[in-house]
């Protein structure tokens, strides 16, 4: 044997005998003075029954240890009383410990550990931060029982019967930011009476929890409000809501802990039941931006139920036997940022028996959501807190169904795109909002929303505002590309539909005057048909005269059919109606106005001024009302009933009806009126504006022939006290034209035999006098050829109608032809002859008052009182009066 090789091995002898008698030697030290020494270096008090330590591999073997803080009262340090009947160290770090203060070890045994801990006083972060003192890469515990309390003596985690293995567990500095303070490979815990309290608020309970093959089941989670609702609200101010938690059963596998991200598979959550309760204060934004990620493989709640408590107590939403199945659910710090805060690659939603309570109760019996679809069963809808600027509904529908194409946010704006939706069965009311507030609101978070069909079947809906509802029975409509996306400018959403179509049957809307209904209505984007309109009173004619603070027309109107063909767009911002032809057929309409209230003072703008003023492009090619019926009655104080117009076979063609905003198209209205007037001769009349001419200026003209003039008697009877015994106007012409200020024109007459009687009040008695003295200036027949008078400087009352100012120039024209020229000359003898007959009854009715007294008169008086009457009847012959 060479020589250094007998010196090495001598060395190596020698090298281990004193490791072995250092460690004997340190045994016996350890076992003799070590607890003399923790005592007294140390802030505690430890006895064991037995240690081995072993220097070259530091492994540390206790039995029977006891430990206790030799101060409870320091907060400074951690504070340990309790016992552990078996320690076992592999690979103790001895070096950190004894030169670093550092405890590390690769294996950590304790065996029935009962321990009592109470955490020191957290590091002033201000004035420094520590490492952390101990470090075990492999920790076991069996059948351990911990209580571990803050430094204020308050319970912060608490397990019994505990058995516990960590594989690589790494503990994170204090000072490194957005890591998991601790991170690990792989666990396995089993354990009873849970209790954990992470702050003054909540307290966390398990009764039992346990892990096979990498599976953890969970029982009785619960988390607790450790304040009742009133002193929440009362210590923490700013907080917005109160939790309450409960799960009786949840199981989940593969948890995984790596820097900033917390991954598990399989969550189970087994009839969950959350509580919350809000306070209903602000929720504080806060400016600190998360790092953390949470991916979850496939979780799942099965029959859960939420409860959502307004800050009055009351229910906001309560949810019975909610099931969520959500696969590969991702929160990290991009998802953070957006409305739904998680991302998922696909989710399956379904509850029943939810309710919602606001403004409007919701009440649904089953929903059913996930990415491609969703439908809701007998939803019902009724009103609750009234609330100023909300529209009320009371609707229930039994179901509704969609499909989705996309569903998505993007910059925190939604993108939303249906194939269909389907509703069905809706009955009920819709109340419009009463005192609306009108907001230049934003688009809010809608990006883009587009419904490629929605279908309505069979419903019966109700929309009243202000008192006046409109019924839809037997509704059914289809729309199409419906798209909701914001305008340019922001302020809103723009709204289009590019094709629908609705019936509806039994269709009414009620106004304070009027009930309006119609049989069938049919109404698609290029046709609308309206069958059996009609429009009612609701009141009588005495009562709708006490009802209005001014003079206005009251409508009693049926038509059997109004039908249009052409193209229309109501619903997108730029609106519009292009209609070839509309046609009302068989209408019957009564027109009654009474002059007891007094004049309403508004201007009425003429025609085209009206049709100017219409905001939308406006033209409808033809508008054709036919066979139709017209009736206009008028009654004023002094008349004894309605005075009646009657125009019968009523047939109207307007062509190009507009508003003058189409560009490039012509303006001119023209009007073609054919009918029966009185139903005794033929009348037809042509009048025609342009709607851009900004002079308002018009043209109308008409004839009518072989008129009784009887046939007038009940318009001119009842307020006139004047009836017309024979005659007949064989032609009448007129011609006018003329602008708001007035009109002016020509005016022909031709007639035959015209005589009338002057009736008394009660329209019963001629009055002989006043009608000899009436027909003594009336031309009783005009000629063959009567020559046309003019009609000129007609004044318009800008507080009148149009047809108030025609009949003015129609009233000029028959004052000229049947009286004369000199018009004010001739009403200047009529009222002297009006005055003499006064005379002549005031003369009679004292004569009558004489013979009833039996008074006999002297001669000379009688005769003066017959020379009287003698000398008013020459005055009648006068040449004056002719």
Excluded at 18 to 45: M, S
Excluded at 398 to 410: C, G, L, P, S
Excluded at 414 to 425: A, F, G, P, R
Aim: aromatic share 8%; with cysteine.
């Amino acid at each position: 044997m060479k020589g250094w090789v007998k010196k090495l091995l001598i060395s190596i002898g020698i090298l281990l005998f004193i490791l072995l008698v250092a460690n004997f030697g340190l045994n016996i030290w350890l076992k003799t003075q070590l607890p003399e020494y923790i005592k007294k270096n140390t802030d505690y008090k430890v006895s064991y029954k037995t240690l081995d330590v072993d220097l070259g591999s530091g492994n540390i073997f206790a039995e029977g240890i006891t430990v206790n803080s030799k101060n409870p009262q320091n907060t400074d340090v951690i504070g340990l009383q309790g016992t552990i009947d078996t320690l076992k160290i592999s690979r103790f770090g001895i070096y950190d410990a004894i030169f670093n203060k550092r405890i590390s070890s690769s294996d950590l045994l304790l065996a029935k550990p009962n321990l009592n801990i109470s955490l020191a006083k957290p590091v002033d972060h201000k004035t420094g931060k520590k490492r952390n003192p101990v470090s075990f890469e492999n920790i076991r515990i069996n059948k351990g029982t911990i209580n571990i309390f803050k430094h204020t003596k308050q319970k912060f985690l608490s397990v019994r019967e505990l058995d516990l293995f960590v594989e690589n567990l790494q503990m994170t500095e204090e000072s490194v930011e957005d890591k998991l303070p601790v991170v690990f490979d792989k666990y396995d815990i089993k354990g009873k009476n849970f209790f954990f309290r992470p702050d003054n608020v909540y307290a966390v309970t398990i009764s039992n929890i346990s892990t096979t093959d990498g599976q953890m089941s969970v029982g009785n989670f619960r988390l607790v409000p450790l304040l009742s609702f009133s002193q929440f609200k009362r210590y923490y101010p700013k907080k917005d809501k109160l939790f309450e938690f409960f799960i009786p059963k949840m199981d989940f596998k593969d948890i995984v802990l790596e820097k900033n991200k917390i991954s598990l598979a399989n969550a189970d959550f087994q009839n969950p039941v959350l509580t919350v309760h809000n306070t209903g204060v602000k929720p504080v934004k806060t400016q600190k931006k998360l790092n953390f990620e949470v991916n979850l493989e496939d979780i799942r709640l099965n029959n859960a139920a939420v409860i959502v408590n307004k800050p009055d107590g009351n229910k906001l939403l309560a949810a019975k036997t909610l099931n969520v199945r959500v696969n590969q659910l991702k929160f990290d710090k991009v998802t953070a940022e957006e409305i739904i805060p998680v991302g998922y690659k696909d989710f399956h939603f379904s509850g029943k028996d939810i309710q919602y309570s606001n403004h409007q109760n919701f009440t649904v019996e089953s929903f059913a959501l996930n990415p491609g679809s969703g439908e809701i069963r007998n939803l019902i809808l009724t009103p609750g807190a009234s609330v100023p600027g909300k529209v009320s509904m009371d609707l229930k529908t039994n179901h509704i169904a969609f499909n989705i194409n996309k569903f998505e946010f993007i910059n925190k704006k939604l993108n939303l795109d249906l194939k269909d939706v389907l509703v069905e069965n809706i009955n009920g009311t819709v109340k419009a909002a009463e005192n609306k507030i009108k907001k230049n609101s934003g688009p809010g978070i809608i990006g883009s929303v587009i419904v490629r069909k929605m279908t309505l079947k069979d419903s019966d809906v109700v929309y009243d505002k202000g008192m006046q509802p409109l019924a839809f029975h037997d509704l059914n409509a289809t729309v199409n590309n419906i798209e909701i996306a914001p305008k340019p400018n922001n302020q809103g959403l723009s709204f289009k539909v590019k094709d629908y179509f609705l019936t509806t049957r039994n269709f009414a809307y009620k106004t304070q005057f009027y009930n309006l209904t119609a049989g069938l209505l049919k109404l698609n984007k290029n046709k609308i048909q309206v069958n059996n309109f009609a429009m009612k009173p609701l009141v009588s004619r005495a009562q709708f005269i006490k009802m209005i603070p001014v003079e206005r027309d009251l409508y009693d109107i049926k038509v059997s059919q109004i039908s249009a063909d052409g193209s229309w767009d109501l619903f997108s911002d730029k609106k519009s109606v292009n209609a070839s032809n509309v046609t009302v057929l068989a209408a019957d309409a009564n027109i009654f106005r009474s002059k007891i209230p007094k004049d309403d003072p508004k201007v009425k703008p003429l025609y085209s001024k009206l049709l100017r003023s219409i905001k939308i492009p406006l033209t409808v090619n033809h508008l054709d009302l036919k066979n139709s019926v017209l009736v206009y009655e008028e009654d004023t104080p002094e008349s004894a009933g309605p005075g009646k117009l009657t125009f019968s076979n009523f047939n109207m063609n307007v062509k190009n009806l507009n508003s003058a905003k189409a560009k490039g198209k012509p303006t001119r209205v023209d009007i073609k009126i054919d009918c029966s007037f009185m139903n005794l001769a033929p009348l037809s009349v042509n009048w025609n504006f342009d709607v851009a001419d900004q002079n308002d200026r018009f043209a109308i003209s008409g004839r009518t022939a072989n008129l009784p003039v009887s046939g007038i008697n009940p318009f001119i009877r009842p307020y006139l006290h004047v009836t017309a015994t024979s005659g007949t106007i064989q032609e009448m012409l007129f011609n006018f034209k003329g602008n708001p200020a007035g009109l002016n024109g020509t005016f022909n007459l031709k007639h035959k035999d015209l005589k009338i009687a002057v009736l008394n009040k009660e329209n019963h008695e001629k009055k002989g006098v006043l009608t000899a003295v009436a027909n003594l200036f009336i031309r009783t027949d005009s000629g063959r050829f009567p020559e046309a008078v003019t009609v000129e400087n007609v004044e318009r009352d800008p507080t009148k109608s149009f047809f108030n100012l025609f009949w003015k120039g129609i009233e000029q024209g028959l004052k000229k032809t049947l009286i004369g020229r000199n018009i004010d000359k001739t009403e200047k003898t009529v009222k002297s002859a009006v005055s003499s007959v006064k005379e002549v009854k005031q003369t009679v009715k004292e004569l009558k008052q004489d013979i009833k007294a039996n008074k006999e008169e002297p001669k000379p008086q009688k005769e003066k009182k017959k020379g009287f009457l003698k000398n008013i009847f020459k005055k009648k012959e006068s040449p004056e009066t002719e």
